[in-house]
């Protein structure tokens, strides 16, 4: 019994630990309550109601056909990530949240509003008989986002969250259904087939490869069993990728770590693109472009160390998946508390306010002047560093300076 309490918290847990950063906050509808009507003395004809019009559906934003116009970061409904035009949230299936039914309708219709786009991930279930839920897929679909990314995670063999793998046939049987769901509702829109757990591009080349083989698997499990004698290819599919790694720093600014231009240039390969060619963003979408601070090199208990390889892995991912034309969305959007412990990876506080440049220093510590066009513009927060970054302008040549002095 013990055991089996430990393991449910366990794997709670770990849900928890992985989707903490998307917590949406739908809009809820209030009941109309009608008031009373007095008793008339002589009966008289009722009129005839007027009918409510009905509300008229936000118009849609075109799909975007250049793929590296696709820029955006992790984020919720009710916190503003001003100049940055995608937002990526989580299906309840995630692990988190509420966006179900009329309140992502809702949210994703509070988001066209404002010419921002979203990427909607609809988490599979468990390796049972609730892996695939077709009132759940419909549901999210019906959401009428404008991308919708059908797994997460699910290559991801690792004991600690175990219900994150799901084996290739299944999988391809869970993709299948959620690309039907969401293409009967958006036909023109991407659907991303899952995405790439993080490995360290350049360094972990058998993760990657037993990634292909799990790929391959998949295609045989199509064409086979899903559809019996079909032609489905994944290299004709858009994948997810996750990246974690301090990118741009190496104890200072050091330019050549940089994972995520491995990553690229393996898969540009498996998909036979070349890598400077633009073509890539239509096979790859980096879903979670992130640092990391502990276990990989980062000193921890430095803020030095976690703020300097944390904003330089920022500039980096982001120079890199322009150069290459790959849609990012910037991961996380929030700082959070996991376990008891602060992950300073977002570029909003935990309360959504701001941060320095710097983390490690006050705000105004450290500014960038950028140039965006004919003009130079003054930055001292991530957000809007990020920001400013997504909409082509410039850094400096001497930001590494700035920032690690």
């Known amino acids: 019994m013990i055991f089996a309490v430990l393991l449910v918290v366990i794997i709670a847990t770990a849900i928890l630990s992985y989707w903490l950063a998307i917590s949406p906050q739908g809009p809820l509808s209030t009941p109309k309550v009608s008031a009373p009507t007095r008793p008339r003395a002589t009966p008289t004809p009722s009129p005839s109601p007027t009918p409510s019009p009905t509300p008229t559906p936000v118009p849609l934003p075109p799909v975007v056909k250049n793929s590296g116009d696709v820029k955006g970061i992790e984020g919720s409904p009710g916190t503003n990530y001003t100049g940055i035009s995608w937002v990526r949230l989580g299906y309840p299936t995630c692990g988190w949240g509420n966006l179900t039914g009329a309140n992502l309708r809702n949210a994703v219709d509070d988001y066209h509003k404002q010419n921002i786009r979203v990427l909607l991930t609809v988490c599979q279930g468990p390796n ?63 659907v991303l087939l899952g995405s790439l757990d993080p490995h360290v591009g350049g360094i972990d080349i058998q993760p990657l490869y037993n990634q292909v083989g799990y790929l391959n ?133 935990m309360n959504g306010n701001p941060k320095p440049l710097r983390q490690d220093l006050g705000m105004g510590a450290r500014s960038l002047t950028m140039t965006c ?28 300076s700035i920032l690690m002095s």
């Open 128 to 190: 049972d008989s609730r892996l695939i839920d077709p009132k759940r897929l419909a549901d999210a679909a019906q959401g009428r986002a404008d991308a919708v990314q059908c797994g997460n995670e699910e290559m991801k063999y690792d004991p600690n969250v175990a219900f994150l793998y799901i084996p290739p046939e299944r999988f391809a049987q869970f993709y299948d259904q959620c690309e039907k769901a969401v293409h009967k509702v958006r036909p023109e829109i991407p």
């Open 373 to 400: 066009g004919s003009k130079s513009v003054n930055v001292v927060n991530q957000l809007d560093l990020l920001g400013k970054m997504y909409q082509g302008c410039s850094l400096p040549d001497n930001f590494a």
């Open 217 to 349: 698997q998949m295609q045989s499990a199509m064409n086979s069993t899903v559809h019996p004698g079909g032609k489905w290819d994944w290299h004709t599919q858009t994948l997810g990728l996750i990246d974690s790694w301090h990118n741009g720093w190496n104890g200072g600014y050091d330019p050549s770590v940089n994972s995520l231009a491995g990553l690229f240039s393996f898969w540009a390969q498996q998909f036979g693109v070349d890598l400077n060619s633009g073509q890539l963003g239509k096979h790859l979408w980096v879903v979670e472009g992130t640092g990391c601070f502990k276990g990989c090199g980062v000193n921890p208990d430095s803020s030095y160390q976690v703020a300097t390889s944390h904003i330089l892995a920022l500039i980096t991912d982001v120079q890199t998946a322009s150069r290459y034309k790959v849609p990012l969305f910037y991961f996380s959007g929030r700082d959070f508390m996991d376990q008891g412990i602060t992950w300073p990876i977002g570029v909003l506080d």
